[in-house]
């Protein structure tokens, strides 16, 4: 059997984040501290692995891509996050860089 790791995530972000969302079971929000308690939040946890691609390597390679004929816009991303993906266990890093993503579009 199988057993996942589901110890406690917590990431500091630069900036403090909307409390309200210390409302939803499985997470604790205190200023720019995010505590996640896997167990308690996901409904199905059965890996604490994602991919991550670098934000600045999307943006300067992704970002500005034209879907053609050839290439429909979510095969480039696959192909994009196949190539220079990585995988990690760090959920902070995931969140970290999600934070990054949402703040700088």
């Excluded at 970002?63 to 196949?82: G, H, M, N, R």
């Excluded at 959920?91 to 703040?103: C, I, K, S």
Aim: charge should be negative.
């Amino acid at each position: 059997m199988t057993t996942i790791d589901t110890a406690t995530i917590t990431v500091e972000l630069p900036d403090a984040f909307d409390p309200r969302w210390s409302r939803l079971p499985g997470i604790q929000v205190d200023g720019r501290r995010i505590t996640i308690d896997p167990a308690e939040y996901f409904f199905r946890f059965e890996s604490n692995t994602w991919l991550v691609a670098d934000w600045e390597l999307v943006k300067a390679q992704l970002l500005d891509v034209d879907e053609t004929a050839e290439s429909a816009v979510e095969q480039l991303a696959l192909d994009f996050i196949k190539n220079h993906g990585e995988s990690t266990s760090d959920a902070a890093r995931v969140l970290a860089t999600a934070y990054g993503v949402y703040f700088s579009c």
